[in-house]
């Protein structure tokens, strides 16, 4: 005997905290959204794996994840597994499984990921990422070809305001030194200055002063990194006071020159703020915002390059990049253009039990022609199936009934204009999709 739900103090039926159901309409718009993301990724190259959404928690340690994100995880098993943070680190260990894969190696992946995260705005429990990743060139190409895939994938979704965020974390360690932030601080420090944007610049300083700093040294470091200027005007100022930057200030200088060739300069913007939480990364990093009435909100999609992260799980290490979006998130943010409740562009009404077989041969005509069709199931008469129609917003009725299969057509409603024809299957199916 199945075992009762007992009543708590909300309702036994309620979700977990941080997840949602997706009704009819929301999960066509999402699926629609999901499809138009993995053409893109596959116009530029990318070939999908799908990976557990169980993984060790060994695979899944703080080596990989650093501390603050692993108490985000969610443990299962006695703690022996977990959920996916994200899908980087199972690509990872992915590659270090397979050593026989052709490199580079340009995947894609599109699911579900989960995080124990306080649920607010545009930050949920369980979420769904598309990632593109490079593994096996330290080509400045790959890198953008990462960030090419990720911009053109968010435009096609219809994000046209998107800015793209970038540092590197080379840079970044390099103005943390310079500003004498002790070294053995210099990870925290930076999770601190990664958060800048969320705090007052005297939140951040009494952070820093905190770490070692001297206030001085932490005011001047916010205000360098702050400055107002163009990119290139930052990075001629970086080459200028902080001589160990001076490398990788030319390398994104280059990085930027490419992306302007893919006509995106007015989409870029220099951040030597930026540093991304994950503790792996060792490169360029980089972010997607996007603002609401004047407002930043929450990043939509970001990545960056992690040289160092297969090693830990191989004896060989692999160079690679990626770039995440936050399919969720962008779903949130946009209004419901799509107010479709089905798929189905007909449905086949057939008029008592004589009509059934008939019903059946036409639904199949339709379908194999590629018109997604609905076959209605119900008993009800004619009048009941076409409220049936409307309230789904299914745009064509074929009704069957004795007189239409006493001369082998439908009688095909157009539910827009009310306007019905008698036709054969043939000339049914080329009105519905519109030859």
Partial sequence: MPMAIKATGT???????????????????????????EEVFKRHGFS??????????????????????????????????ALRFDFTVPLARYMS??????????????????????????????????DVDIVGSASQLSDFECISATMDAIDSIGVSTAMLLINSRPILNAIVGHFHVPEPKTIAAIRLIDKMH???????????????????????????????????EKLEKLEMEIDPAKQEAQKMKSLLSLLGKA?????????????????????????????????RLPSIASGGRYDGLIG?????????????????????????????????KVLIAPIGEQSIDYAVSA?????????????????????????????????????????????????????QSGQEELLEIQAAISKIKGE
């Fill in 97 to 130: 499984m397979n050593k026989d894969i052709p490199l580079p190696f340009r995947r894609y992946q599109i699911g579900t990921v989960w995080r124990r995260d306080e649920p607010q705005h545009m930050r949920s429990r369980e979420f769904i990422q598309a």
């Fill in 198 to 232: 969320k705090t007052s610049v005297s939140e951040t300083v009494d952070g820093l002063k905190q770490l070692g700093m001297q206030e001085n040294d932490a005011q001047e470091m916010i205000s360098f990194m702050n400055m107002k200027a163009t990119n290139d």
């Fill in 363 to 415: 639904s199949k005509a339709m379908r194999n022609a590629g018109i997604y069709t609905d076959l209605s199931v119900s008993e009800k008469g004619v009048s009941k199936q076409l409220d049936y129609a409307n309230s789904l917003g299914i745009r064509y009725v074929a009704i069957v009934g004795s007189r239409e299969i006493a001369q082998g057509k439908v009688n095909l409603r157009d539910m």
């Fill in 263 to 295: 006509d995106l300069s007015g989409k870029v913007a220099v951040d030597l703020s930026l540093a991304r939480g994950m503790d792996y990364y060792t490169g360029f990093v980089w972010e997607v915002i996007i603002s609401q009435e004047g407002k």
């Fill in 48 to 81: 999908p794996i799908i990976t557990p959404s169980i993984e060790k928690s060994e695979v899944l340690s703080a080596k990989a994840y650093g501390e603050e994100q692993t108490k985000e995880m969610y443990f299962i098993e006695g703690k022996e597994s």
């Fill in 11 to 37: 309702s036994p039926l309620d979700i977990p905290r941080g997840t949602r159901d997706f009704g009819t309409h929301d999960a066509i718009r999402l699926n629609n959204m999901l499809s138009v993301v």
């Fill in 312 to 344: 830990m799980y191989s004896k060989s290490n692999l160079p690679a990049v990626g770039f995440s979006i936050g399919i969720s998130r962008i779903f949130d943010l946009q209004e419901s253009y799509s107010k479709l409740k089905t798929y189905s």
